[in-house]
């Protein structure tokens, strides 16, 4: 059974740093495009960022440049270092693992950017 475990969320100041990990088990991680998405209060989720099994990255427009996703096969584990964090309410971050047709997805943890 395919898991995803996020952790790392938590309150960060306008302009500032924070880094979440999403490690999977119970299958082979090299197989996967693993991706970051987020869902605020009252809206859709949406993609942030996306990183192929040959490493491969798409970043959502409004998080260009200021977000890093990156994955370490070796720990099973995919990054998204955020930067620059603008101000937002409370939002969750979920990791998701696709090798279509299948695919699994982690409750992420919350991020709030608010000074």
């Known amino acids: 059974q395919v898991q995803l475990a996020a952790s790392g969320g938590g309150l960060v100041q306008p302009g500032g740093s924070l880094r979440l990990s999403c490690r999977l088990s119970g299958s082979i991680f090299t197989i996967y495009a693993m991706g970051w998405y987020r869902q605020a209060p009252g809206k859709q989720r949406e993609l942030v960022a996306r990183i192929t099994s040959a490493g491969t990255t798409n970043y959502a427009d409004s998080v260009k440049g200021r977000f890093t996703i990156s994955r370490e096969n070796a720990k099973n584990t995919v990054y998204l270092q955020m930067n620059d964090l603008k101000p937002e309410a409370p939002t969750v971050y979920c990791c998701?693992?696709?090798?279509?047709?299948?695919?699994?997805w982690g409750q992420g943890p919350q991020l709030t950017v608010s000074s």
């Open positions: 998701h693992a696709d090798r279509s047709p299948a695919d699994h």
